[in-house]
């Protein structure tokens, strides 16, 4: 083919249309943050194994420095995960707080082996290890990254982001307050174009942006409210705005996430805490949660207070610590034990009923009840992991209908964090180890 003018723009044009498709199929097949890259906790992938066990499908394992509750994220072919050790570690001998230190590991997504590990010593005191915090510990925040940067929430600590090679680059500290029941930290940073934006409603009772390269602040929103919010934000588009929607006890609100203005906000029946984050469908928000379970569904794009005109529907849905994912208009969330599914239009249930466990797990000293990992959308099946590391698959249809259980030997976790998945691989992790589940 001979190149002439015309024809060469042409090429051109062709080329970087094919290159840009690339580029955003590759991006899409990270998952970069808490629930995926878009918070939705839904992957197209079709080929994650639906059964596995020490003799099939787990590609490989590796054995982690110490505990840990966050989510592992996946950027190309690297993972990024943090643990901690020095305290809290032991319940009989947990150690002292000032000996505490995170680490952020950063392990090959086709090898297993750990590329590096950088140490973050705490530098004030977290809350005493008792109570909730002896359940999911001091590493409980997913880091998130934009492929260049990878920024950590580390409690009162602050905010700290670590180039690809695991040097710190900067540290933002975002206050060191506690919520009045000292159950430690857990929300997770997000990015915005070139903000980070964390709910540091525990810590700093606000709602902070920082500039992605520098750290610097860009906008605060301060709230008291939000100390008893463990919720992670979730940027949503409706009608071609942004909104960045969160809640706290009593209010479901949305951002602008350039400046921090508030939108929208709502009267929510979450009155007392707020552990759930929002999830998305359709141009509604829902969020669930309380101690009575209540569940309420917003329509976004409002102005103002939205409680009398964009209220969905209002529910008192059973629900528990992890958020519910969306398949095929329905959500699916699991809570003290049972598996609960409900219509996103009309809040309806569709199904609840006790979770069936295998013989071992359940012998195996396994709580359902306290489930802290959030259910997966897997190529229109239900992935969900319980705390004993039972991990059960779900038709995504009307009924209760359990494709496989599948379970980890010699390691009862607990397994606290929700999975991972990209290019035909599930990342799981427990306490003690990373696991990568492949065909």
């Known amino acids: 083919m001979k190149f002439t003018p015309l024809n060469r723009i042409a090429f051109l044009a ?124 001091f590493a409980s925040s997913t880091p998130t990254s934009d492929g260049d940067m990878v920024y950590v929430m580390c409690g009162k600590s602050g905010l700290i982001a670590f180039d690809m090679k695991g040097a710190k680059v900067w540290h933002v500290d975002l206050g060191q307050n506690s919520d009045p029941a000292k159950w430690g930290d857990g929300t997770s940073p997000v990015l915005y174009k070139d903000l980070v934006i964390v709910n540091a409603g525990i810590t700093g009772h606000a709602m902070v942006a920082v500039e992605k390269k520098t750290g610097k602040e860009v906008w605060r929103v301060n709230d008291e409210k939000l100390t008893n919010s463990w919720a992670t934000p979730l940027i949503v588009n409706v009608n071609g705005r942004d909104e960045m929607v969160c809640a706290s006890p009593g209010k479901i609100f949305a951002m602008n996430p350039t400046t921090g203005a508030e939108l929208w906000r709502c009267d929510s029946p979450l009155k007392e805490t707020v552990c759930a984050s929002v999830v998305h469908h359709d141009g509604v928000v829902f969020l669930m949660g309380g101690r009575q379970g209540a569940a309420i569904a917003v329509r976004c794009g409002g102005t103002g207070d939205v409680s009398k005109t964009n209220i969905v529907w209002e529910k008192p849905l059973r629900s528990g610590i992890g958020t519910p994912v969306v398949a095929n208009g329905k959500l699916y969330w699991s809570a003290s034990g049972l598996a609960i599914c409900a219509d996103c239009k009309t809040g309806e249930e569709i199904f609840k009923t006790r979770l069936v466990q295998t013989t071992e797990t359940a012998q195996a000293g396994g709580r359902p009840a306290a489930n802290y990992p959030s259910a997966l959308n897997i190529g229109n099946k239900i992935y969900l992991t319980l705390r004993n590391g039972e991990t059960q698959v779900w038709n995504a249809s009307s009924s209760y209908e359990v494709l496989s259980s599948n379970t980890f030997a010699n390691d009862e976790g607990p397994f606290n964090a929700t999975g991972a998945v990209s290019d035909g691989q599930l990342l799981i992790r427990s306490n003690k180890k990373l696991y990568c589940i492949g065909g």
Request: proline share 6%; glycine share 10%; charged share 20%.
């Open 14 to 137: 062709l080329f970087g249309t094919v290159l840009s498709n690339s580029l955003s199929l590759s991006v899409a097949e990270d998952w970069t943050r808490f629930r995926g890259s878009d918070g939705s906790g839904v992957s197209s992938n079709e080929n994650v194994p639906t059964v596995w066990n020490e003799e099939k499908n787990i590609q490989w394992s590796v054995d982690l420095p110490g505990p840990g509750s966050s989510c592992p994220i996946i950027v190309g072919d690297k993972i990024f995960l943090t643990c901690y050790t020095g305290y809290g570690v032991n319940a009989e001998s947990p150690g002292k707080p000032s000996d505490l230190v995170r680490h952020l590991l950063c392990v090959d997504r086709k090898s297993g082996k750990t590329e590096w590990t950088t140490a973050i010593p705490s530098t004030v005191d977290e809350d005493p290890y008792k109570g909730f915090i002896a359940e999911h510990g």
